[in-house]
């Protein structure tokens, strides 16, 4: 009987050397039709072992049985998704992130409205909402999940703030790809192809004085601040008040100027390029960065990536925290965007190397984020 092989696995999990076998066993009886068998199999799992973050046995079948139940096709298999993610014993936030992301890469959001009449976290829904709008879903629109979207219970959720639309600045966005396999997704960092070293005219520049605070470091560097707090990563978050407007076309010479650790033998010593880039590019960038992670960190998925990239955004272009998100993206949209990269020590040049800065529409401000990471 099922609860029989079930309790077998569960006990003898701790001694496998390679636990294939008990994917096989999985996928057999989800292609004969039985969703319940794995769904059941997780939850009993996590009972046991859900605590034992370190067994990675318990880790690699839990996440098998959450793909194979994601991305097969068939309504009880979504149903039994649904039912293993919201079961009392498996719940945690970021297992709602991760299965938000999975699920909505996977089905239509008409297919998804079952998440919000069942026993799903509201952490689960807010998490799913956005990563459907992501992917240019009309939730607000969609039986099943509008009423539950446009409710004012959740606007002191994290992410309530969020416009339940996506804007033109997020169309690009690098979103994952799921299968039973694994995931892939692409990774925007480093130089433009189409951008070589740039050269550096003999202007005056005016002369400029910082004026970052901590609160401001912090919030233009959300996006990235996984890859400082859980891998290998290092961020320069600065802002600069310029004495006199500065022309754009004169902003690659102005970053040599303003004592920059991450340009330090820029120019001259170590090639530096810099191009404008539309306000999208940036934002995808930040995107990936947070969503997807860094050289150790997974990242906080779609929803999370959405909220942390318009953060870093917004304080680039010096909008205050308080600010309605069309008021942030109305100044965002308002300054002129550069993406730069450089041949510096202070880069790893490995993978994970961004560079970005925005000029003020008046030229008096200037932001720069400069953030590396490494394996």
Same mark, same amino acid.
């Given at each position: 009987?099922?609860?029989?092989?079930?309790?077998?696995?569960?006990?003898?999990?701790?001694?496998?050397?390679?636990?294939?076998?008990?994917?096989?066993?999985?996928?057999?009886?989800? !292609?004969?039709?039985?969703?319940?068998?794995? !769904?059941?199999?997780?939850? !009993?799992? !996590?009972?046991?072992?859900?605590?034992?973050?370190?067994?990675w046995q318990y880790r690699s079948v839990f996440d098998h049985l959450l793909r194979l139940l994601a991305t097969t096709t068939g309504p009880d298999n979504l149903a039994q998704a649904l039912r293993l993610i919201s079961s009392d014993a498996v719940t945690t936030r970021e297992l709602d992130r991760r299965a938000a992301s999975l699920l909505a890469s996977c089905h239509e959001a008409t297919a998804l409205a079952a998440a919000f009449t069942g026993r799903a976290s509201e952490e689960f829904r807010a998490c799913l909402v956005h990563e459907l709008v992501l992917r240019g879903a009309a939730v607000e629109d969609t039986p099943g999940i509008a009423g539950w979207a446009t409710s004012p219970h959740?606007?002191?959720?994290?992410?309530?703030?969020?416009p339940l639309t996506r804007s033109d600045v997020e169309k690009h966005a690098d979103l994952p790809g799921y299968g039973l396999g694994g995931s892939c997704h692409s990774m925007p960092y480093g130089p433009s192809e189409s951008r070589g070293p740039s050269v550096f005219a003999d202007v005056r520049v005016p002369s400029a004085q910082e004026t970052t605070t901590q609160a401001t470091a912090t919030a233009m560097g959300k996006a990235v601040a996984n890859w400082a707090e859980g891998s290998n990563g290092r961020i320069e978050a600065r802002v600069f008040a310029l004495a006199e407007p500065l022309d754009a076309a004169s902003v690659p010479t102005a970053l040599l100027t303003l004592g920059l650790e991450s340009l330090r033998g820029a120019g001259k010593k170590a090639p530096l390029s810099v191009g404008v880039c539309p306000p999208a590019q940036a934002w995808r960038v930040l995107f990936a960065a947070a969503s997807t992670g860094g050289a150790y960190t997974s990242g906080s998925f779609g929803a999370y990536g959405r909220l942390a990239a318009w953060q870093s955004l917004a304080a680039l272009a010096g909008s205050s925290g308080d600010a309605t998100a069309a008021e942030a993206e109305a100044q965002v949209l308002d300054c002129v965007w550069y993406e730069f990269d450089a041949g510096t020590t202070w880069f790893e040049q490995v993978a994970w190397d961004i560079g970005l800065a925005a000029l003020s529409s008046d030229g008096r401000r200037l932001a720069v984020l400069a953030a590396t990471d490494t394996d």
């Open positions: 009987m099922a609860d029989d092989q079930i309790q077998k696995i569960v006990a003898g999990l701790p001694a496998l050397k390679d636990v294939k076998a008990v994917w096989a066993v999985a996928d057999d009886r989800v !292609a004969r039709g039985d969703a319940v068998f794995a !769904a059941d199999l997780g939850i !009993a799992l !996590a009972r046991t072992y859900g605590t034992e973050g370190q067994l959740w606007s002191h959720h994290p992410l309530g703030r969020l």
